[in-house]
């Protein structure tokens, strides 16, 4: 039964305080730990109950049935193996953006087992306890790699766990995981990011600006409002991928650029008929 | 009083469909004519009750006190002249998303001064009758363009509409509108366009990015759904303004792949840092 465990939650911010929301809302813990390095983030998580109580990392691990990671995926790499290290019976979930290197590094790790890698396709543009959310998770998709490197006990705990936040499960390897993460959500922000530079750069009137950012101005432009420290890390382990689909993109820019510069207004209707095939994708 | 008139709606889709809405929930008419060449537009904004009928051009401006235009820009600086032709009390405001070719073109019509140039900074991807929306432009700012040229009984009429319609009143001249719609809507357009047809010519498993596409790829893409018809005259009428918007985009890109081509994580992570400032304009 996925109900009644002690869960670590290490990371207490947007992803790690809102998945320890619905641990107790859920009843899938009987009592929420906390681990977090940054003094402030911990005094939060117990200040708006995300947690029970904040521990260091090395009593959490002792003192849990299951540990779920979500920190930068960066300190991602280096601390998985030493929780694994400290591992007996306990399962550990991670719950990062990339998944090759992460895999990689505890390949060989005589605990891998206990390790079921995952990422949860949720998110917003805000991060720390503060951007914590009640009811996250509900509805998407989780993408759950490897299995086959972990054990079976953990595997099913894990599934379990993703059912009970009401969450689609999908399978795949951490290479494929990457490279479509790279199309779906990594460029989304670099696109994001960009354009506000653009218009930073650009417009020096911010009241202009402000005054008239419509609906669909906000909603191109909102992922740059995310976190650098949480991105960095990702760009650069998933840096091929987001080479290729950023190339990419370039391109397609470059070809309403020609369409403007050209005034050939009828292949630049057809470019925007073109992408309107992603109707097929998002209703 | 700007109550109880009698409404054309030139154009009856999205935006004329939902302000003919408007006009009849906040009092503003007591009739609403639609003019529409699309016969199944026609059709539907009558069975939807958008409108209470629907009339020829001619018909309907004989009949009105006020015209709306909420028709395609390449349309709209056809029409307009027309229409100012048949004018003789009738105020007549436009809807759309460039100001500069449809101010010049009736910058010396006898019956300039009885149009209101505006654009209601309201939309969404959708476009015909039925993506009409109850409650559109509350809380949205109107960019009300060169009012020096119309009359003051119609600027008067113009402002109290958009109050009654709880929008924000800005006013700025034809030339700046094009600039800052070009920064803060248009450029919008391109990148989500763009990106769906990076995604599109990139992923053909349809299955994996429909399966993991997350909030934050809905919301950059979504307006790749948006109307060719609607949106290839409005880069058309404001290419110089976009283009320049879209060079400097491009720019912005390539700082990023250049940053993960030379792995550059402090750079990179400075872009980021700097995108973030756009919280300033957004909240």
Redesign the interface.
Known sequence: MATGKNITVIGVGLIGGSFALQCKLKGLASRVMGVDNNALHAEQALALGLVDEMLSLQDAVAQSDVIVLSIPVDSMIKILPIILDQVTHQIVIDMGSTKSQLTEVVASHPKRGRFVAAHP?????YSGPKAAVQGAFEN??V?LCNLEQSDADAVAYAREMFNTLNM?I?E?NAH?HDL??A???H?????????????????R??N???????????????????N??M??PI??QN?DN?????????M??????SC??K?N?EY??E????????????K
Do not use: C
Not at 121 to 125: A, I, L, S, V
Not at 252 to 257: A, D, E, S, Y
């Open positions: 396709m949720w998110g917003t543009e998407k998709s993408i689609r999908i795949m494929d479509h993460a199309y779906v959500s460029i989304s922000h670099i696109t994001s990011f960009a354009l506000a530079n653009t218009v930073l750069e650009k417009e009137e911010d202009a600006i402000f005054e008239m950012a419509s609906a669909g101005f906000e909603s191109t432009v909102r992922l740059a409002k995310s650098p420290d991105w960095t760009f650069k840096k987001v080479l290729d689909v950023l190339n990419e993109h370039i397609q820019l470059r070809k309403f650029k403007l510069e005034e207004w630049l209707k470019l925007m008929e073109n992408a309107n095939q992603i109707r097929r994708i998002i």
